[in-house]
């Protein structure tokens, strides 16, 4: 796969202003012919000096017939997508042009290069753990770390329990909010449990709504009410990142960073 690291790397030599000669940073460019855009790699006078090079290799790297252009503005930093939309293209190379009116290309798209992370959370209410990955990703800021998610969201209206976590989740009866007679089903989690025992004791069937039960991949990234478990270790036999509950953005997105770079490390 041919997929430009940075934008100052890509060119458009659709017209000639300076000649033969291209921009020194440049290492692809796109080029306009009669039958469409094909793709250049070229290599430039590295004896040259000032912003202008002399081109001293060019190679061809899509021909016209292999080449289409994405009709849509795309966050170019989300690298993923990209791939995605570039596999779907059925073309060799696809060309992008980005919101902010940068250009990059994909060539011969393979998302098996991107490392998988399986994120873990439940609902209701909203799925801030997997929510706020699918904002960061949109938004174009993993766009280094070439990764992609698969997200496992459990329904936890679906268990069968008399009562349930917390009033935000918007079930009729909460632990929070609600007295317990004895002998109720209970979909909580360890600190549910914790809570039961200290304000009524036992005689409660409680059903584990914890993300962290989930775990069946790694590495993985999942949220826990537990501060004791947050950080990067293993969790059950798999290896992967434990966020609290109200992670901030830029706390899930440092635990996915330093859960890829430990784990990359390891293989």
């Not at 021909?63 to 009709?71: A, Q, S, V």
Request: hydrophobic share 35%.
């Amino acid at each position: 796969m041919i997929f430009p690291r940075q934008c100052k790397e890509v060119g458009i030599a659709s017209t000639r202003p300076c000649g033969d000669q291209v921009y020194f940073l440049s290492r692809y460019l796109i080029h306009d012919t009669p039958a469409g855009p094909e793709i250049l790699e070229v290599t430039t006078d590295p004896s040259g000096k000032g912003l202008m090079r002399e081109v001293v290799e060019t190679r061809v790297l899509a021909y016209p017939g292999e080449t289409w252009l994405y009709p849509e503005k795309v966050q170019l930093h989300n690298r993923a997508l990209l791939v995605r939309l570039a596999s779907d293209s059925g073309k060799r190379c696809t060309i992008f042009t980005g919101i902010d009116e940068h250009t990059t290309f994909v060539c011969d798209p393979d998302l098996s290069l991107f490392q998988t992370v399986a994120v873990y959370d439940v609902i209701p209410p909203r799925p801030s753990l997997s929510a706020c990955i699918r904002d960061l990703e949109e938004a174009g800021l993993f766009s280094g770390l070439d990764v992609t998610f698969e997200h496992t969201l459990r329904d936890i209206s679906q268990v069968d329990a008399d009562i349930y976590p917390c009033r935000a989740s918007g079930f009729d009866r909460t632990l929070d909010a609600d007295l317990l007679l004895g002998g109720e089903k209970v979909a909580g989690c360890l600190t549910a449990t914790q809570f039961l025992r200290e304000c009524y004791g036992e005689g409660f069937e409680v059903t584990d709504i914890c993300p962290l039960s989930m775990v069946a991949e790694e590495p993985f990234i999942a949220r826990c009410c537990r501060k004791e478990r947050e950080g990067i270790g293993m969790q059950g036999g798999k290896f992967g990142a434990v966020v609290h509950w109200g992670a901030s953005p830029s706390e899930i997105f440092s635990a996915v960073s330093d859960l890829l770079a430990t784990w990359r490390a390891g293989r």
